[in-house]
């Protein structure tokens, strides 16, 4: 029975995303930001190993509260106080990630704690109905199952500090991948009131504000290096790499995730696939910002393994990632998904003997390719549907 405090979203109240959480949104760009930075200080596989332990921290406090929000009445006081103290510190966690690793991985520790711990007891107060109500519990204790990890980490060393917070993350992530799943207890998803379509458009709309993170991140680039005559070539080569992903996102998948969802009484085992794979769209999305901005600063040189990685590597999870999420919820194989990820591959070999700039245009050109093929493929769907 739902309390009469619940702050539970009703089925009266507007499905439309609010501005408030837009605002929330607004914190995690410089987190992305910060993300891609970090990353492009450090190169290394070791780096990169820093950079998804520190972004699966930066994520699951976004999608978190995204999933309370959704559940919740965002035009209520209580939730909108919230979701500004949940900004506030997570504003000091994003600002820390530069020296997560250094003098102040103990800010970056307690933030994350603070506010998966603490959001995640106030959900328990706000009167949930019980299916929710008991899924909460479970992130509650899956959340204390990875604390100590956290806390440990802080007091180490940037190696120990990293295989500490990796095992803490991989707790996290574990608990999000199984619904938070404990022995004997597990979420029935058609009883969790997630309405899909709200959850899939916070999902679009925060993958389309790290997309612009890209733009920024390359223009940023370009602004530092306007003597270059080859700026131009490189920057219109990154844009279109940002074109063609957001042509592969937006461009009709939504649509068919949207119909799809219309047809099944459960949207939130869909919404938990799709948070897992937003995951690692943004991962890619990181990789091709760092890249980017590797290719622009001396577009001439020759790519040296990490910048070859970073250009084809983002790319390619796109893909992998998107390709992954296609099978599973909309059933059907995307064979070009696969192509592409294909010509990605054997495209990389070859960069290692090419200006970095032409290694920039063989990275894009699947991605293009790809885009092209989904159009001609819903063109041929709709004249299908068209002739019967």
């Not at 992130?139 to 990890?149: K, V």
């Not at 009709?252 to 459960?266: A, F, M, N, R, T």
Request: charge should be neutral; proline fraction near 4%.
């Amino acid at each position: 029975m739902i309390r009469a405090r619940s702050l539970m979203r009703s089925t009266t109240s507007g499905k439309d995303v609010s501005r408030i959480e837009l605002f929330f949104d607004l914190v995690f760009v410089f987190a992305l930001s910060q993300l891609s930075h970090h990353l492009l200080e450090h190169p290394s596989w070791v780096g990169a190993g820093e950079t998804f332990v520190l972004l699966l921290g930066v994520y699951k406090v976004w999608v978190y509260t995204t999933w309370a929000a959704t559940l919740l009445d965002t035009s209520r006081l209580q939730v909108q106080w919230m979701l500004l103290i949940v900004m506030l510190v997570s504003l000091f966690m994003n600002a820390s990630i530069s020296s997560a690793f250094g003098a102040f991985g103990w800010l970056f520790a307690a933030s994350y704690l603070l506010v998966q711990l603490g959001r995640g007891a106030w959900m328990l107060t706000v009167g949930l109905d019980r299916t929710p109500h008991n899924h909460f519990v479970r992130t509650l204790i899956w959340g204390c199952m990875s604390a100590p990890f956290w806390v440990a980490g802080a007091f180490f060393g940037p190696g120990p500090r990293l295989m500490l917070w990796g095992v803490a993350a991989a707790i996290d992530l574990g608990g999000h991948m199984l619904a938070h799943r404990l022995p004997g207890q597990q979420t029935e998803g058609s009883q969790v009131p997630v309405p899909g379509e709200r959850i899939f458009e916070r999902f679009a709309l925060f993958y389309l504000i790290a997309l612009g993170e890209t733009i920024i991140s390359s223009g940023l680039a370009i602004a530092g290096n306007l003597e270059d005559p080859l700026i131009l070539l490189t920057g219109t080569v990154s844009l279109a790499g940002s074109v063609a992903i957001w042509w592969c996102y937006f461009h009709g998948l939504e649509q068919e995730v949207l119909e799809k969802l219309d047809s099944v009484d459960d949207h939130f085992r869909p919404g938990i696939l799709a948070g897992n794979t937003l995951l690692v769209l943004l991962a890619g999305l990181i990789l091709v910002a760092v890249g980017d901005q590797l290719v622009i600063s001396d577009p001439a040189a020759r790519p040296d393994l990490a910048t070859v990685l970073f250009l084809y590597g983002g790319p390619a999870l796109f893909l992998a990632g998107r390709g992954f999420f296609i099978r599973r919820v909309l059933g059907h194989r995307q064979p070009s998904d696969l192509v592409g990820v294909g010509a990605l591959a054997g495209l990389a070999g070859l960069s290692f003997l090419l200006p970095a700039f032409v290694a920039a245009i063989g990275a894009v050109l699947p991605l293009i390719g790809v885009a092209v093929s989904d159009a001609g493929n819903r063109r041929r769907r709709r004249t299908q549907l068209g002739a019967r």
